[in-house]
């Protein structure tokens, strides 16, 4: 599915953007850091001296959940340094097609996690997978791990119907603000054509959507595993199924409240025997919009001409509770202009020189950080 | 997971039961059908007037449901002829390790069928896979899938809950009979331990977990796919989610009445837009203890010294309904001794040279086809 191998980082021209590059990880997270990088050796080639103190991190779990990032983060003496500081950024390519840039104050929590119905733990079903006649007088895993996700949510899917299960807060009337600033600016068209999407929940209107976008809390199938799972079909009676799932999380919802409310709810319809496994998840992370380190980042947008669009939160999830949370309650987000998109995916790209005016190059993506660097040591 | 190739047909001792040969369909179906192809040589070989006339009729499609035989045997010229006929039976090793045979007069009907839910059909949700951030405003198809599924049966998933479904008729007293009988000669333990199973369907003793067998129909499900499969997890919303099934029929269910009951049930409660794609099916088989074809059967087997275990029907299908249905309504059944084990899976083995009193090679397998033969031409 790669126009161009995933490694060989091709530079290609691509019609409306410009000369860019191909690969694995171009957007997320390379190009951008290296242009951050590009920012450090001009500011050291042109002689000047550094604006702040720069502490660099870097965090290589990211993509599986970050299991270690806290327990580095809360050593005494990293804390400590760590407290002393503005915040933490990460830099990124906060350019759409048109330039504009959505400013993200946060990020949703998330929980990862598996469902695993077993004839072996349930003590009823088969051990193994047996002949599907049998269902006549063996019980199903399968049809237990189906009987145990319907009770997990309302009949349209859309409402989590856990017990006891973490609560978010109402969103507030400066969130719902920037989400009905936000809506008129964005396109409903093009969001509903990139996910191919004719409806959103309950029919609402791009602004209704939105702020459900940002103030719900998901529970979400991500895979269903059981049994014959190749062409056509085999008359088995599965002794497993699995349901992968993954849970967002909005303020003030706590990750760790999850899995105990998820497995009480099951204990108590009979479903005590279905594993919750967690394989990773954080807490959701927040920034106040009138931290210097977000002011800073507006200051050097509408420098460069980009009214934000400011968000509460992305509805994705990054780790950063770690540092917005308790005891650091530093700001944090991402910064940097340019432009690329594809991240994990095929044909994954980054604008190395751009020939579309509203959006930056790698030389604008390096300036936006100088530029950047400079309005934090103001 | 083969301890000799498939395709070698190597000829291995097995402990207590002697020269056995191994290979794919050893015993499902190419040895029995062989010694049935010696039989047939031996009378030739004496120079005997064979007892009775004979067709063969070689049906190569039974793995992937039959989708043709019924329209090969109902051409006219072909139901004339098989009008004429005593019945139809099938080559088979019927020994089990005991040497004990179970005659069973039927097979349930089965149907096979994907559930699938898309975004694409049902108009919400996505068109292909998302994030899954994204659940917070957009439908998820596997969430309906589940949802529609836990309409199908039961809380326990045991009983089928699909609106006008068809009935079985009850279950007459001389078929319980013959499973109160069989119950007592067949081995629970060994049952459960084949099958590593704890317990029966709603803990039923092994004399009420048979008659659930033989008399209920099923709703099995043989698979789940949908989104991401593979290890760990992928935070997608899936775009579609399939549950792959099989229904099984008893006598009087018609394999063509479960379709529309089960759209029907669907389109009800608002999922009217999951495909019901049926790959196969047919309808339930039985004959008569009293025919004719049947009756040979056992005597050739109690002059073997074998007291058979009559048994209403197999649990699992064959496409015997085009002979035993209307117009037809033949006798139709397997038959011969030998033993074989391990149909469609690894070590698949038919004994050639027996070294159990109990069970017969394949000579005896031969001589209990001419016995039959000249036990139907009486």
């Known amino acids: 599915e790669w126009t161009s191998p995933p490694l060989d980082a091709a530079l290609v021209d691509k019609p409306g953007l410009g000369k860019a590059i191909i690969g694995r990880g171009a957007v997320n997270q390379k190009g951008p850091e290296s242009a951050f990088l590009a920012a450090l050796h001009a500011i050291k080639g042109a002689n000047k001296k550094m604006p702040v103190n720069l502490v660099m991190v870097a965090e290589g779990e990211e993509e599986i959940g970050s299991p270690h990032i806290a327990q580095i983060v809360h050593k005494p003496e990293v804390q400590a340094a760590l407290a002393k500081t503005m915040g933490v950024f990460m830099p990124s390519s906060m350019q759409d097609l048109d330039g504009i840039v959505t400013l993200s104050l946060g990020a949703k929590g998330v929980v990862e996690l598996e469902l695993v119905s077993t004839g072996e733990k349930w003590g009823r079903g088969p051990g193994k997978d047996i002949h599907s006649s049998l269902k006549a007088m063996v019980d199903s895993p399968a049809w237990h791990l189906v009987k145990a996700l319907n009770t997990l949510v309302s009949e349209d899917g859309n409402e989590i119907a856990i017990d006891n299960y973490p609560k978010p807060r109402p969103i507030s009337d400066e969130e719902k603000k920037m989400i009905a600033d936000g809506a008129k600016i964005r396109s409903e068209a093009q969001a509903k054509k990139q996910m191919s999407v004719q409806h959103w929940i309950n029919d609402l209107p791009w602004e209704q959507a939105n702020i459900r976008l940002e103030s719900q809390p998901t529970a979400n199938i ?69 931290a210097p380190l977000i002011q800073a980042q507006i200051a050097v947008l ?77």
Chains 1, 2 share one sequence.
């Open 222 to 290: 991500e895979g269903l595993v059981g049994g014959y799972t190749g062409p056509g079909g085999k008359t088995v009676l599965p002794h497993k199924a699995v349901a992968k799932m993954d849970f967002r999380l909005v303020p003030d919802m706590k990750a760790a409240d999850v899995v105990p409310a998820i497995k009480a709810h099951l204990a108590k319809r009979g479903f005590g025997d279905i594993e919750v496994n967690m394989s990773g998840g954080y807490d959701p992370t927040q920034s106040a919009a009138s």
């Open 302 to 378: 509408k420098r460069a001409g980009i009214e934000p669009v400011m968000w509460p939160r992305n509805a994705g999830s990054y780790p950063g509770f770690v540092f917005t949370g308790e005891p650091l309650k530093l700001a944090s987000g991402h910064f940097g202009l340019g432009h690329g998109s594809g991240a994990h995916a095929p044909d994954e790209y980054y604008v190395i020189e751009s020939t579309n005016p509203k959006i930056q190059g790698y030389d604008g993506a390096a300036m936006s950080f100088v530029e950047y660097l400079y309005e934090l040591g103001k």
